[in-house]
Nanobody, 123 residues
Framework: QVQLVESGGGSVRPGGSLKLSCAAS????????VGWFRRAPGKEREWVAR???????TYADFVEGRFAISRNSAKNTVYLQIFGLRPEDTAMYYC?????????????????WGQGTQVTVST
């Protein structure tokens, strides 16, 4: 299956911004669903955002307008921009892909997962 590689994470101060990238080894075959998830140490993994073949974007409630998911099909890449980073955003962020988006979001719908990119927000 398609392989995914995340990048763009790092250590930032509260209030800072980051743009994470999810690069795929091949094009995303339509229909598809690409999602971002995150997991903090000691906590369960949670869904953050997703984008489908029609460029429809959906976000978890906690995002509160601070996250933006987008894609560049020519580059086989999906992005996640995060603004106004908070300490509670500290987590490993994962990209995942599946064959079509459904509701509610479940990890079982995503068959390909990346290794993750670390985001650390602290003073």
């Amino acid at each position: 299956q398609v392989q995914l590689v995340e990048s763009g994470g790092g250590s930032v101060r509260p209030g800072g911004s980051l743009k994470l990238s999810c690069a795929a080894s091949r094009y995303f075959k339509s229909p598809y669903c690409v999602g971002w998830f995150r997991r903090a140490p000691g906590k369960e993994r949670e869904w953050v955002a997703r984008i489908d073949s029609s460029d429809s974007q959906t976000y978890a409630d906690f995002v509160e307008g601070r996250f933006a998911i987008s894609r560049n099909s020519a580059k086989n890449t999906v992005y996640l921009q995060i603004f106004g980073l908070r300490p509670e955003d500290t987590a490993m962020y994962y990209c995942a892909a599946g064959s079509g988006c459904r509701w509610p979001v479940t990890e079982a719908d995503f068959s390909a997962w990346g290794q993750g990119t670390q985001v650390t927000v602290s003073t």
